[in-house]
């Protein structure tokens, strides 16, 4: 059983939606601190959102108003609702959580899962 899947990435138009998500299956997530990140071909990997410690998210200026990053602590799933998507949009998109360890959180990488956004 794989530890960490996401999921929800696929191909869609400009203006469409997706929702991605990131579950652990085998442990469970810290209630903070979960992000998501990103890499189109050729660029670096960029921050997209996160969770902050007192619960409220932030995003980067490319995807603010448009992605809503959330976590089900009953599910010990994150997700990234992703709206008015745009070509430039289209990258690997990775989930990073904190695993819960004691008192303690683990920053743990998901696979990735790809979006295309055609024009």
């Known amino acids: 059983q794989v530890p960490l899947v996401a999921s929800g990435g696929g191909s869609v138009q400009a203006g469409g939606s997706l929702r991605l998500s990131c579950a652990a299956s085998t442990y469970t997530l810290c209630s903070y601190g979960s992000s998501w990140y990103r890499q189109a071909p050729g660029k670096d990997r960029e921050f997209v959102s996160t969770?902050?410690?007192?619960?409220?998210?932030s995003a980067a200026d490319s995807v603010k108003g448009r992605f809503t990053i959330s976590q089900d602590n009953d599910q010990n799933t994150v997700y990234l609702q992703m709206n008015s998507l745009k070509p430039e949009d289209t990258a690997m998109y990775y989930c990073?959580?904190?695993?819960?360890?004691?008192?303690?959180?683990?920053?743990?990488w998901g696979q990735g899962t790809q979006v295309t956004v055609s024009s």
């Open positions: 969770i902050l410690g007192d619960g409220t998210t």
């Open positions: 990073l959580v904190k695993r819960q360890l004691g008192y303690s959180c683990l920053a743990i």
